[in-house]
């Protein structure tokens, strides 16, 4: 099994996990102190498993660049193709079927050609690979009626405002993610999400103050560090707020490659600042 699908497979089991605990408490079977802490510990585990997911999928698509023919020799595929999009695990292909809740994750963070008038996107995610990646209208309006079932875990609803926000289409994506706050108003990755779709708006200090929200609730959620840290960094161009954000993200994270990217980004940082 490659790493990737691997990480996918342990991303699908970690939501699997969370919709679990979800029902548990619905039915009163764990108490609700129990599952804040539970859910909060497999959240990380997400943040995590994603942020690891991306990079595989960056070597992957780096090893593929270098096995390419020259640029004269092939026909570059059209922009719509090379346009970076989440992975949607194998598990869409069960919510499309109709078996069970979502258990797929998407994360975005590569807001290449979503038409906004954000100045300098960050460059913090590296484009996925993607092989079998597209999603139809079909399974996209598939996974709607399943996340937008009256009794559809939260988990679900965030999974479609993920392929919402990574397909650019920024209004659906905000009213799915405030159907999951309704329910959740304490959700720190919905929080999270919604700011940003406040950045892809060109509403920084805005996303940023949602980020700050996020992380009031869950001060070790390590995907609103990522994103806090690139906005500050690429964005906002705020060197020294940048390196705290990113010593925040590498408490949260613990020891490797992730931690290591975050320490060259604060030399980066360093370095702006001595100019």
């Known amino acids: 099994m490659s790493v990737a699908k691997d990480l996918r497979r342990q991303l699908d089991a970690a939501w699997q996990a969370i919709e679990a605990l979800d029902a548990d408490h619905a039915t009163g079977r764990i108490n609700p102190d129990e599952h804040a802490r539970q859910r909060a510990d497999k959240e990380r585990e997400i943040g995590r498993l994603f942020v690891s997911l991306r990079r595989a999928q960056a070597a992957r698509v780096e090893q593929d660049d270098r096995r390419r023919p020259e640029p004269d020799d092939v026909v570059a595929p059209p922009a719509w193709f090379r346009r970076p999009i989440v992975l949607i695990p194998g598990a869409m292909l069960v919510l499309v079927a109709g078996i069970g809740g979502g258990v797929a994750v998407a994360k975005w963070l590569m807001p290449e050609t979503r038409g906004t008038a954000t100045p300098s996107m960050p ?6 690979d993607t092989a079998g990646s597209a999603m139809t209208e079909t399974e996209l309006q598939a996974l709607r009626t399943v996340a937008l079932r009256a009794d559809a875990p939260v988990a679900s609803l965030l999974q479609l405002g993920h392929v919402l926000l990574d397909r650019g289409r920024l209004a659906e994506a905000r009213d799915v993610y405030q159907k999951a706050l309704v329910r959740e108003p304490r959700n720190a990755e919905a929080v999270t999400h919604m700011g940003a779709v406040l950045y892809h708006e060109g509403r920084l200090d805005e996303a940023l103050a949602k980020l700050d929200e996020a992380l009031r609730i869950d001060p070790r959620y390590m995907h609103a560090h990522w994103d806090r840290t690139q906005y500050l960094f690429h964005a906002k161009r705020d060197y020294a707020a940048a390196i705290k954000a990113a010593e925040g993200f590498i408490e949260a994270a613990g020891p490797g490659p992730d931690a290591d990217n975050m320490r ?12």
């Not at 460059?123 to 996925?128: F, H, L, V």
């Open 123 to 128: 460059t913090s995610a590296p484009p996925a």
């Open 264 to 275: 060259k980004l604060i030399s980066d940082a360093r370095q702006q600042l001595r100019k």
